[in-house]
């Protein structure tokens, strides 16, 4: 098994963002968190406005970060439950059922997505974009990788709001469309490229700012849960 998740942390980059972070102070490391995180989700930005990708391409982006979020998480949930530290039907749920759910964005693609908007650079968005995004990933859980910190509730809030993303963008083009169902026999409408477009950038543009405050907002220190580094209280009393 380690040499299983040794290996795995080659592909994924681990030993690479642990070895990068290691000469970096705290304000530094975070400073390329911001940066790193902007370059990842700008990219594809600017290839939809240049055109080399469309819609398709977006949809494509976002289903493989699900699989990336899912193989990271599995990662360190398995790391810790080495340590004896991680429940193990935290690990058994989150392998089964974020699992079979990371592949639906894929399936109910192909179905709904591709007819409408095809894959224009499959090689880009997979290889380039997608190869970002790995390694992107991972450079922001790196100390928790190499720590072996358990995955908590907001570990798992982390992830599960990243999929839901996903499946918004599954259903962005029948809302542009005003459809209400999709089928063989009534596929998606054809839009305007400049719609497309229009679709494909509102997606990417709430995708940015989910990950500015996933990753960027939101801090745990010394015990509490900042957001741009304000106190997160959450008011649970009843008003009387």
């Known amino acids: 098994m380690r040499a299983l998740l040794h290996g795995l942390g080659r592909v994924l980059g681990v030993q690479l963002a642990l070895r990068a972070g290691d000469s970096l102070g705290a304000g530094q490391a975070r400073v390329l968190v911001v940066m790193l995180v902007l370059a990842a989700n700008l990219a594809?930005?600017?290839?939809?406005?240049?055109?080399?990708?469309?819609?398709?391409?977006?949809?494509?982006?976002?289903?493989?970060?699900?699989?990336?979020?899912?193989?990271?998480?599995?990662?360190?949930?398995?790391?810790?439950?080495?340590?004896?530290?991680?429940?193990?039907?935290?690990?058994?749920?989150?392998?089964?059922?974020?699992?079979?759910?990371?592949?639906?964005?894929?399936?109910?693609?192909?179905?709904?997505?591709?007819?409408?908007?095809?894959?224009?650079?499959?090689?880009?968005?997979?290889?380039?974009?997608?190869?970002?995004?790995?390694l992107v990933y991972g450079w922001s859980v790196r100390g928790l990788v190499r720590d072996r910190t358990p995955v908590g509730v907001w570990g798992f809030l982390q992830a599960y709001t990243r999929m839901m993303l996903a499946y918004v963008a599954l259903f962005a083009p029948m809302i542009a469309t005003g459809q209400n169902e999709v089928s063989d026999s009534e596929p998606l409408l054809q839009a305007s490229d400049g719609a497309k477009m229009a679709v494909s950038l509102l997606v990417l543009g709430a995708k940015l700012v989910l990950e500015l405050v996933l990753v960027v907002g939101v801090e745990h220190r010394e015990g509490r849960t900042l957001l741009f580094g304000k106190p997160l209280v959450l008011n649970l009393r009843r008003p009387t």
């Open 44 to 134: 594809p930005v600017v290839a939809v406005l240049t055109g080399t990708i469309g819609y398709g391409d977006v949809w494509l982006w976002l289903a493989i970060e699900v699989v990336t979020i899912y193989a990271w998480t599995l990662v360190r949930l398995v790391r810790r439950r080495h340590e004896g530290g991680q429940n193990g039907f935290a690990l058994l749920f989150f392998g089964v059922h974020y699992g079979a759910f990371a592949l639906v964005p894929f399936l109910v693609g192909v179905v709904v997505v591709l007819p409408w908007s095809p894959v224009r650079a499959p090689w880009v968005t997979v290889l380039v974009l997608g190869g970002i995004g790995v």
